[in-house]
């Protein structure tokens, strides 16, 4: 099968059970990618990763560019045997982190130019300049540089909308190592309907290996985010991988898959579990809860990750009271687990044409 190919294995209504070839081997969607923002899933090693069933790892292009540098990275052999993780990785442009941690001084066509929130270095961000960096890291999945904006206002939305496609296309001229990486377009444009068709026409005609959908879980509501995935991906081609960027709750893998989405990432499992968090099926589990203190329960008996195989709710509120770091790594551990059996689950529902059922059973959620 040609690198890059995705295959559609099976669909039940919308929601599509799929395979993306890639350097670094076979990604199975839908699939949940535990986010390694500096190279490393906080407080979980690889080899745990590979455990909990984890075949994609994010990595953030913002921050390895400041440090160590994604030069430094890149003469090291690339992030696969700098992190030791030998599946595929993906690599976003750094768009996100400009505009939402960098002190930015200026968005033009060019790019941007921001201050590092590291030590008030001045930098320029353009599309060729993010691409030869995630060149430079070696990611099997790559992302356009993309500019995001206020999702609510539909003149931002078209100015960014525009821009990202300008800068879509200096990145596809950019990138010059095709046979290893594979570059994603992002489909921007707010919640307005027709600015999201017409970027994702727009970088449809493109014809990049994959599209990712960018700008929503930043505060629009789930209405919002659900109608806009409706209208964006049947305007998306079946025989390329759709990716729904930084979303991560159970319900939203669930609403994504069955309207049409295969990959998603996001922080969420370990930055809750960071806070003494748990995610079930039946909502978030405040560890830290007094309830807690001597409940020798796992935190979810249906659930085979080692943490709830091994220790009690009781041990967990313990180490997290006492601000051990074992608290953190344990539940991060359930918490990725929940997610990426998950979407595992999905796609084997997807395959034996029984999705709804299986979406209305977990988390007593309507799929309507």
């Not at 560019?65 to 750094?94: A, K, N, Q």
């Not at 356009?144 to 496609?165: A, G, I, Q, V, Y």
């Not at 309207?259 to 499992?269: A, K, N, T």
Request: hydrophobic share 35%.
């Amino acid at each position: 099968m040609k690198k890059h190919a995705f295959e559609l294995i099976a669909k039940d209504g919308e929601a599509r059970a799929g395979a993306f070839h890639t350097s670094h081997g076979v990604l199975e969607t839908p699939v949940f990618a535990p986010v390694g923002t500096q190279a490393t899933v906080k407080g979980v090693t690889p080899d745990q990763l590979r455990d909990l069933g984890a075949s994609l790892v994010l990595a953030n292009t913002y921050h390895l560019y400041l440090r160590p540098g994604d030069e430094v990275i890149g003469g090291l052999g690339g992030l696969h045997p700098f992190m030791g993780w030998d599946g595929p990785i993906l690599t976003d442009s750094g768009g996100f982190q400009v505009w939402s941690l960098g002190d930015i001084n200026r968005i033009d066509d060019e790019g941007v130019t921001f201050r590092s929130h590291i030590d008030g270095s001045e930098h320029l961000f353009t599309p060729e300049r993010s691409i030869c960096i995630q060149q430079n890291l070696g990611a099997d999945i790559i992302m356009c540089f993309d500019e995001l904006s206020d999702p609510d206002d539909h003149e931002t939305c078209r100015t960014s909308m525009k821009r990202t496609t300008q800068w879509a296309e200096r990145c596809l001229n950019a990138w010059t190592n095709r046979d290893k990486q594979a570059l994603f377009g992002i489909v921007q444009g707010g919640i307005f309907d027709d600015l999201r068709k017409e970027s994702a026409e727009q970088l449809t005609g493109m014809d990049f290996p994959g599209y990712a959908i960018g700008g929503l879980s930043v505060g629009e509501s789930k209405a919002d985010m659900y109608r806009t995935l409706e209208i964006v991906n049947p305007c998306l081609p079946e025989n390329k991988p759709r990716y729904l960027m930084g979303v991560g709750t159970i319900e939203d893998l669930i609403q994504g898959v069955k309207r049409g989405i295969d990959i998603f990432d996001c922080v969420l499992p370990t930055r809750l579990a960071r806070h003494g968090a748990a995610m079930t099926r039946t909502g978030r589990i405040n560890i830290k809860n007094a309830e807690n203190t001597t409940d020798e329960a796992p935190i979810d008996a249906d659930c085979d990750c080692i943490t709830c195989q091994n220790f009690s709710r009781a041990y967990l509120r313990h180490l997290v009271q006492s601000k051990e770091m074992l608290g953190a790594t344990l539940l991060s551990i359930h918490n990725l687990r929940t997610l990426i059996r998950l979407a595992k689950e999905m796609r084997q529902a997807i395959i034996e044409k029984r999705f709804d059922t299986y979406a209305r059973n977990y988390y007593h959620l309507s799929t309507d």
